[in-house]
């Protein structure tokens, strides 16, 4: 590896980006949209407006085999995406990606944060390579699929539960004894 560049991404990028996402999204298991339409006009939209910046990485022979979009904030850079293509991974591109970032792009001196799926295994080592510590866990509990049909049930009952508002627990004060 002779030669590895970045550069700003910028409007004309988008389409690559979105197809990067693409990748990311599959290869993660994450639960949000993959559709292509989406990604690209989220992406224009978050360029356009500078809610995040984008860096594009280039190999010796000028392929784009990484790629990177953060959001700088007062103390701290949140990595929302990072990615090395599948042809590109375990030849050092994403560690001199990062280190690119830290170097030449990034303000010194911010916290670093970057959110890793927890089945992502892979994902979670190279982190942790770089020198990145845990921090917070985020639990979920994803929604249930509904396929509107319980066995047993009166359709017509059915649809009336679920246009009916979500029933709510109420939480009563305790009176506390006094202390004394």
Not at 24 to 36: C, H, P, Q, V
Not at 62 to 87: D, G, K, M, N
């Amino acid at each position: 590896m002779d030669t590895f560049t970045y550069r700003c991404a910028e409007a004309h990028d988008c389409a690559l980006l979105a197809r990067f996402n693409q990748q990311l999204i599959a290869e993660r298991g994450d639960t949000g949209s993959s559709d292509f339409a989406e990604l690209l006009k989220r992406m224009q939209t978050w360029l356009s407006t500078r809610r995040y910046a984008a860096v594009l990485f280039d190999n010796e022979r000028r392929q784009t085999v990484a790629y990177a979009l953060y959001r700088e904030h007062r103390r701290e850079i949140y990595l929302r995406q990072f990615l090395v293509t599948r042809s590109a991974r375990r030849h050092g591109y994403g560690r001199r990606a990062i280190e690119l970032l830290q170097s030449k792009i990034w303000t010194p001196g911010k916290r670093l944060t970057v959110e890793v799926l927890v089945e992502n295994q892979p994902a979670y080592c190279f982190w942790r390579s770089m020198g990145y510590q845990n921090y917070a866990v985020t639990l979920e509990i994803p929604p249930k699929v509904d396929t509107g049909v319980d066995k047993g049930v009166d359709q017509g009952a059915n649809k009336a539960a679920a246009d009916a508002p979500p029933a709510r627990a109420h939480c009563q004060p305790t009176s506390l004894p006094a202390e004394g």
